[in-house]
């Protein structure tokens, strides 16, 4: 079974600080990797998504990479602001077609 | 706005009693997905429509629970009987085929007393 693993749990950072979350999962045949993002008490928010013939995608301030081969994937946030203290997700599509979760990172950005 | 969107948005309900709640998905897109979160935790998935069909089901869906989609447009989740562990967010997902980017509604919170 598919197991993804995020950390840290939790990270605080001072505002305008480049910073990296790690998600790892443990089988490598997947289709596509998606961030999220989610906000207290909200649904999620979709960041990026990197199929699986794909090394990084980037969106304005968050790029994104992923490693098949060693089960890795990372998203760089860039300049970091209050706005983007939020729980960030990782999931992964491999053989069935749900998503397998990690358990998410919740950023602080201090102000 | 042409997001998903969940009703209702919250639900208190005593132990015993039946609820269903729905999921209006993104228009053109064929799949849609149900989703619970408990607290601290990512969501787990639940059950997975493509089309009107009912295609996967996860051992987390006792047979309290039921989901379905007819003609393939919004669909509901029901749960009889509800027991306190079933206090949760659902949440709601539909996308299209490949890549199968999955896009989230806001989610209903149950809260069962």
């Known amino acids: 079974k598919q197991e993804v693993t995020q950390i840290p749990a939790a990270l605080s950072v001072p505002e305008g600080e480049n910073l990296v979350l790690n998600c790892s999962f443990t089988d490598s045949a997947i289709y596509n990797l998606q961030w999220f993002r989610q906000d207290p008490g909200k649904g999620l928010t979709s960041l990026l998504l990197?199929?699986?013939?794909?090394r990084e995608q980037t969106s304005g301030r968050l790029n994104a990479s992923l490693d098949k081969s060693s089960g890795r994937s990372t998203l760089y946030i860039a300049a970091s602001q209050p706005g983007d203290s939020a729980t960030y997700l990782c999931?992964?599509?491999?053989?069935?077609?749900?998503?397998?979760f990690g358990t998410g990172t919740r950023l602080t950005v201090i102000p | 706005d042409t997001g998903v969107s969940q009703n209702p948005r919250h639900k208190i309900t005593k132990r015993g009693q039946n609820v269903t709640f729905r999921c209006d998905p993104i228009?053109?897109?064929?799949?849609l997905y149900w989703y619970r979160q408990t607290l601290g935790q990512g969501p787990e998935f639940l059950t997975y429509?493509?089309?009107?069909?009912?295609?996967?089901k996860s051992r987390l869906l006792s047979d309290r629970f039921s989901a379905e989609r007819p003609k393939g447009s919004f669909s509901t989740l029901e749960i009889q009987r509800t027991e306190q562990g079933d206090s949760a967010m659902y949440l709601c997902?539909?996308?299209?085929?490949?890549?199968?980017?999955?896009?989230f509604g806001p989610g209903t919170r149950l809260t069962v007393l």
């Open positions: 429509f493509q089309n009107e069909a009912q295609l996967e």
């Open positions: 228009s053109e897109h064929n799949r």
């Open positions: 990197i199929q699986s013939s794909q």
């Open positions: 997902a539909s996308s299209r085929d490949s890549p199968w980017e999955q896009f």
């Open positions: 999931a992964v599509i491999s053989g069935a077609n749900n998503l397998f």
